[in-house]
């Protein structure tokens, strides 16, 4: 039983290279794999599952093929996609699931996430975070023309990237107490996250002792990433 993971793909019509990059990966390291889980931020942007643009109609249909080949797949929301709604799970075959989530194989628990509510340093983003995922803010959102959701995504985007760079590099990582307090929480000694674009393994001792290990994908605008989990342990793979 292999399962693999990815996260931070950011796919836009912008980038072809990704996109594809990862529709191999789709073809040659999914197909193989028992289950496909993606952590967030599959996309760069998405601003609703009524988006006719060609880019964003291609995506579900490829994660179909997956998904209709045997092997189920499983999305969870991110900073720059959490408007992806049970319309996209329909069309592509992919099952929702919560930030965050329990998964237990292998005889172990890993816990997985997006990563970006560990972020609890950045003050402004939690602030932002905490309106757009308000699902009042949602439907408001969602029902504006296209047109006006697509500059608001573009809008937003810009302004983050100006925000980064002013910001010193440890506010966008993740805070190390909200890790602890969400594996101690939760149970588990393994977590599993995207977001930060550090892919790493960190290895820790919580506060009652015990060994515990977070694992952070990298995102795919240089090369592909992912989190294999076989019965032989979790490896994290750069360079796809
Ligand atoms: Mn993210």
């Not at 980038?15 to 931020?41: K, S, V, W």
């Not at 797949?73 to 720059?80: D, K, S, T």
């Not at 932002?128 to 985007?157: I, S």
Request: glycine share 8%; proline share 4%.
């Amino acid at each position: 039983m292999a399962v693999i993971f990815a996260a931070d793909v950011h796919l836009g019509p912008e980038r072809p290279d990704i996109g594809e990059r990862f529709f191999r990966f789709l073809e040659l390291q999914a197909r193989q794999a028992d289950a496909l889980y993606l952590l967030g931020d599959l996309f760069e942007a998405w601003v609703g599952d009524d988006d006719d643009d060609d880019f964003a109609k291609m995506v579900p249909r490829k994660l179909r093929a997956l998904s209709d080949s045997g092997v189920p797949v499983y999305l969870m929301h991110g900073n720059r996609d959490f408007l992806i709604g049970e319309r996209f799970a329909k069309d592509s075959g992919c099952r929702l699931l919560d930030d965050p989530t329990r998964l237990e194989l292998h005889g172990e628990t890993l816990l997985l996430s997006h990563g970006d509510s560990l972020c609890t340093d950045d003050h402004d983003y939690q602030a932002f975070r905490k309106e757009v995922r308000d699902p009042q803010w949602q439907r408001r959102f969602l029902a504006q023309p296209l047109a006006q959701r697509r500059e608001f995504a573009r809008h937003a985007r810009d302004a983050s990237a100006q925000y980064q760079q002013r910001q010193p590099p440890e506010i966008g990582d993740v805070n190390q107490q909200a890790v602890e307090a969400l594996m101690s929480g939760g149970q588990v000694t393994l977590l599993l996250h995207g977001h930060t674009h550090r892919p790493a393994v960190h290895d820790f001792t919580l506060a009652d002792g015990t060994e515990a290990r977070r694992i952070v994908l990298g995102a795919w605008y240089e090369q592909g990433s992912m989190v294999r989990w076989d019965e032989n342990g979790i490896e994290l793979i750069q360079g796809l």
